[in-house]
């Protein structure tokens, strides 16, 4: 088993669904929570564990500590989703007004960057093993969009899209290329940086990314960006599974990397894995894709299910076999966005839908604390 976290972005707000940005006091008097340029969401990490059991604790702790300390201040929880579902995306709320880089993002994308997400770490050392798996990922990205999407409203309405949050994000730089190798890697990001098109080496917005202590140059993992906020830790492991279990496939066999084996060249790979993100936003589980390696269509459930099946001899040699099968449950009943959109067509309003999802992950919350992550009583 690989080394895996979480960075997990999250919004503040009332019961009613409402965010409100409490960032600025959560960092000052909560350890672990960092601010994001908007005050409306913060940020806490898991460390890098191996084992998916005490990775769920790392995921709920945290929460369960911040929702206590809402609740000092007055009706307010975590909410759900990733985008401002209800209301709020005509202005921008700055966390740190001093911060010039802050400022260069508000002016730059607005609100379109004030979204909720999950990024998933997968630790690997070998700079072009992570490279290949980089390339692996990118183009199966797509997939775990499809999986997590929780963001079918904004300003109080149904946008037609699944992820919403994925539909506006600015990718940056709006072209990045397949990288060849770690070289090309360094190549290509201190040309960015010349160019302006990067205003850092943290400035790479793409789907996936290598990430390090001191990026383009030590790198030490793979950093899957795609993903809305998974509000079930238990679906998110899952989704987790299944990127680990691919990233230890290529590390076994290296002749999975799409330079290798896919009958498309690379550029035109890159345009298309953006096409499949596009439908994925818009349309998640359902979404027609086309398959990296053929060239042909695919639905995302169909490729992801297929997917299940290559990986199952991988991840019960591993060891976490039982870890992965929430996936299935995904495919059955629908992501988040989906269930949310049910809800909305058999009549609630997108606040009640809101109201629900608070309520309900509140509850698994407060549940999984008590069984994971405290001593049990004998």
Not at 83 to 104: K, M
Not at 182 to 211: C, D, F
Request: contains cysteine; negative net charge.
């Amino acid at each position: 088993m690989l080394s895996k976290g979480f960075e997990i972005e999250i919004y503040t707000g009332t019961s009613q669904g409402e965010i409100v940005g409490f960032s600025d006091q959560i960092v000052k008097n909560l350890d672990g929570f960092v601010r994001e340029p908007d005050t409306r969401n913060v940020e806490y990490t898991t460390p890098p564990l191996y084992r998916y059991e005490r990775l769920l604790c790392e995921l709920v702790r945290p929460r369960t500590r911040l929702r206590q300390y809402l609740k000092q201040l007055g009706d307010y929880t975590l909410i759900p989703g990733s985008t401002l579902a209800l209301s709020g995306s005509d202005r921008f709320y700055r966390s740190d007004p001093e911060n010039p880089y802050h400022s260069y993002i508000e002016r730059t994308y607005g609100t379109t960057v004030v979204t909720a997400s999950v990024h998933i770490n997968i630790g690997i050392e070998e700079p072009e093993a992570l490279m290949r798996a980089c390339r692996l990922v990118r183009l199966e990205a797509p997939l775990y969009l499809a999986l997590s999407a929780a963001s079918p409203f904004l300003d109080g309405q149904p946008t037609g899209k699944h992820s919403t949050r994925w539909s506006v994000f600015p990718k940056t730089p709006a072209h990045v290329p397949l990288f060849t190798s770690h070289a090309h890697y360094i190549a290509w990001t201190e040309e960015q940086l010349v160019k302006g098109t990067m205003q850092n080496v943290r400035h790479l917005w793409s789907s996936v990314r290598p990430n390090g202590d001191r990026r383009p140059y030590n790198l030490n993992r793979l950093e899957l960006r795609i993903c809305d906020l998974v509000s079930d830790p238990i679906a998110l492991l899952a989704i987790c599974a299944l990127l680990e279990a691919r990233v230890l496939q290529i590390l076994q066999d290296p002749t999975l990397d799409p330079l290798l084996t896919s009958k498309i060249a690379a550029d035109a790979l890159v345009e298309l894995t953006d096409r499949n993100e596009a439908a994925a936003a818009h349309h998640s589980l359902d979404a027609e894709l086309t398959h990296w390696q053929t060239g042909e269509s695919i639905t995302a459930r169909t490729w992801i299910e297929s997917l299940l099946q290559e990986v199952s001899p991988t991840v019960k040699q591993a060891g976490f076999g039982c870890f992965l099968q929430p996936v299935k449950k995904i495919l059955r009943e629908g992501n988040e966005a989906q269930r949310w959109l049910k809800l909305y067509e058999q009549g609630l309003d997108s606040q009640a839908v809101i109201m629900q999802a608070i309520r309900e992950t509140e509850a698994q919350e407060l549940a999984l604390a008590g069984d994971i992550c405290e001593p049990q009583v004998a």
